[in-house]
């Protein structure tokens, strides 16, 4: 094929009409009507195979998952959300609410969060399949992802035969639409959408924000009043699926017209019912959260707010460094992880090469995309489509409480997908003189190698999911600076290994384990809410293997200085102090550590009465109750202004002062 020097022009769209006017209209940009077809007729009847063979290749790719469980915010969206639970009752409480809330019932809780999350779709599908299937049923979960993954392909496949429709002489199983529908499915940068339930709400985004642009085309091609609203609809059930869907109210109209070459003034029609899907989202999604982006409340969590400890420059550069992660995971996606907490994503600032590469890359793209947009050079809209799509979970404008995550870019790695189909079914063979979209020596072997690649690499990550043990293994073992994942390794090990294990010996070798990796958490984030709740169950696991109660008192004092009031660490604290009062063979020691603490520390010192209280009672028909506990209850009590309480106390230390007398 001739080849036009410093341009690459894409492949036009089959016509079923073709008229030198029809050729004329769609190199204008007049506003003259539309009159190519775009849409060839009998789809199904051409490429069913094709068609099957992606739905196909994401069962063999992610068939395994279907016999895994519920994991990470599984519980959150579906075990523990009332309003899912709930069934199709649910679904009202599901749109008029955050989508934690049914989870955590109380408003002020979600003020922990970053920001508000408002995605109700995929919950109403939840809930309506409890109103099917009944709780508990991942694997229906679990199939219903996959199916609606492979139909992602499906969809990605037909609208990339609109944009690189066959030649006379092409053959579908080495066109750019079947090979970029292909290199889709196979990515395993897309496992975790899939293998986890709660990644439903990337794959349903995607899916209709597809099908919001399938509508718009085919409202171009047949002039159709249905299909034109149905593509607000559609749009705005992707919004409804998760909010990164917005990003298509730009991506229709750059789409329609780049590849359609429509004229601007059907351009801007077209957009209309996507900007009204848009703002009925935006208002339904306030009137649900209360506020647009921002509760109003500071999040100090680094866990929940990853760049409170940088200053403007190091947050800035951070993102920039993830950015050009992002653009590695395309090409060379390992290894993988489903944490980028701090620090796995490390600190940097504009000194780091990485950075200044990552800068240089995005500043060079976006420049050289503008200039050839108007060319309608394919890799300017890929890369397009890649900015305006992963423009809003970047942290660039909107913060999302992360560093970044791999299903941040599910919906932009569709760019990375059509530009490798192109690339490989195209321009390769332009380049080499070959035909194109004919099987060729080296386009088949790139092909068969990356997707091979691809595919290799899904079928090793999918098993991860499995379940939180092989998930927080495989996580501690790549992100080995992330707090997160060292806690959540001790976690997974404390509560489905060391809890249930037997022997002795293996006892002791998971807390020599859990030691070094929550230590190594708390190194990293010495505040870590969850990571100090799990150093006082280590401790106590510690414990029972060696009996040094000091180390073990110890360590508790250190934990109710830091998190006195945490509603996981105090109830077992709680209850383990009255276990050793009882059971440790030296109640005076826990006697004089609970009166350190609760009087010398909360009383005198925090002046926190009602904390005092509740640690001093602790020992209180126990073993080591005694009267210097009871005279200090007597005081906190007065000072609260509780007399008859003090009065209790006073009466039970004067008894126990004339005990011995008696004897």
């Not at 899939?194 to 990337?202: L, P, S, T």
């Not at 989202?281 to 959260?289: K, T």
């Not at 290994?497 to 006892?507: D, G, R, V």
Request: positive net charge; aromatic residues 14%.
């Amino acid at each position: 094929m001739a080849k036009k020097k410093g341009k690459t022009q894409p492949t036009a769209p089959k016509k079923v009409v073709t008229t030198q006017k029809a050729a004329a209209t769609r190199s204008t940009s007049s506003t003259s009507s539309f009159d190519v077809r775009l849409f060839e007729p009998g789809f199904w009847k051409q490429h069913w195979v094709p068609a099957l063979l992606l739905l196909l290749a994401a069962f063999v790719l992610y068939g395994a998952s279907i016999s895994y469980g519920y994991i990470l915010d599984d519980e959150m969206v579906i075990q523990k959300n009332a309003y899912v639970k709930a069934g199709i009752k649910g679904i009202r409480d599901i749109f008029a609410h955050d989508s934690f809330m049914g989870y955590f019932q109380k408003k002020e809780n979600l003020l922990l969060l970053e920001g508000g999350r408002y995605r109700p779709l995929s919950l109403a599908t939840f809930a309506v399949e409890v109103s099917l299937f009944g709780e508990n049923r991942p694997s229906i979960s679990h199939i219903i992802n996959v199916l609606l993954y492979g139909l992602s392909g499906v969809l990605l496949y037909r609208l990339l035969l609109v944009f690189f429709p066959l030649k006379n002489s092409g053959v579908w199983y080495f066109s750019a639409a079947f090979l970029g529908a292909l290199i889709f499915v196979a990515h395993p940068l897309h496992s975790e959408a899939v293998a986890n339930i709660k990644g439903r709400d990337e794959i349903l985004a995607l899916l209709c924000s597809l099908g919001a642009l399938y509508a718009s085309l085919k409202s171009l091609d047949e002039q159709s009043k249905v299909w034109y609203w149905m593509s607000g609809l559609l749009l705005l059930l992707g919004m409804f699926a998760k909010e990164n869907a917005l990003t298509f109210v730009a991506v229709i109209p750059l789409t329609v017209w780049f590849f359609a070459r429509a004229p601007i003034a059907q351009v801007g029609r077209l957009a209309l019912p996507l900007v009204l899907a848009a703002a009925i989202f935006i208002a339904v999604r306030y009137w649900a959260l209360g506020f647009m982006l921002d509760h109003g409340r500071a999040i100090k969590d680094l866990m929940n707010n990853p760049f409170i400890e940088m200053t403007l420059s190091e947050k800035y550069a951070t993102i920039f460094l993830t950015l050009g992660w992002y653009v590695k995971l395309l090409f060379w996606p390992h290894p993988l992880t489903h944490d980028y907490y701090p620090y796995h994503v490390p600190k940097v600032n504009w000194d780091d090469w990485r950075v200044l590469l990552s800068l240089v890359l995005y500043v060079g793209m976006g420049i050289w995309a503008v200039l050839r947009l108007k060319h309608r050079q394919v890799p300017a809209y890929a890369i397009a489509y890649w900015l305006l799509t992963l423009s809003i979970v970047s942290n660039l404008f909107v913060s999302v409480g992360t560093f970044m995550n791999e299903r941040f870019a599910y919906m932009p790695s569709v760019a990375f997908a059509l530009l490798a189909g192109w690339f490989l079914a195209v321009k390769l063979p332009e380049w080499l003189r070959e035909q194109p979209q004919r099987p060729y020596l080296l386009g088949t072997g790139l092909a068969v190698i990356f997707i091979g690649m691809l595919s290799f690499f899904t079928l090793r990550r999918v098993p991860v999911w499995k379940d939180v043990l092989s998930l927080n293994t495989a996580a501690v073992n790549v992100s080995v600076n992330s707090a997160r994942s060292h806690c959540f390794y001790v976690t997974a090990i404390y509560e489905h290994l060391y809890q249930k294990a037997q022997n002795p010996s293996e006892k002791a070798r998971w807390v020599d384990t859990m030691e070094y990796h929550i230590n190594r958490s708390l190194e990293i984030n010495p505040n870590y809410g969850s990571a100090l709740v799990m150093k006082g169950a280590v401790a106590a696991a510690r414990y029972e293997q060696n009996r040094q109660l000091d180390t073990l008192l110890q360590i508790f004092g250190m934990l109710m200085d830091r998190i006195p009031n945490n509603a996981n660490f105090r109830p077992f604290f709680d209850q383990y102090i009255k276990y050793l009062a009882n059971t440790s063979g030296k109640p005076q020691d826990v006697s004089d550590f609970v009166y350190r603490l609760g009087y010398d520390s909360f009383f005198r010192n925090k002046k926190d009465l009602a904390n005092a209280a509740a640690i001093l009672e602790l020992l209180l028909d126990t073993r080591a109750e005694d009267e210097r506990l009871l005279r200090a209850l007597t005081e906190v009590y007065t000072a609260a202004g509780n007399a008859q309480k003090a009065a209790e106390m006073q009466s039970r230390a004067a008894a126990r002062a004339s005990a011995p007398a008696k004897q």
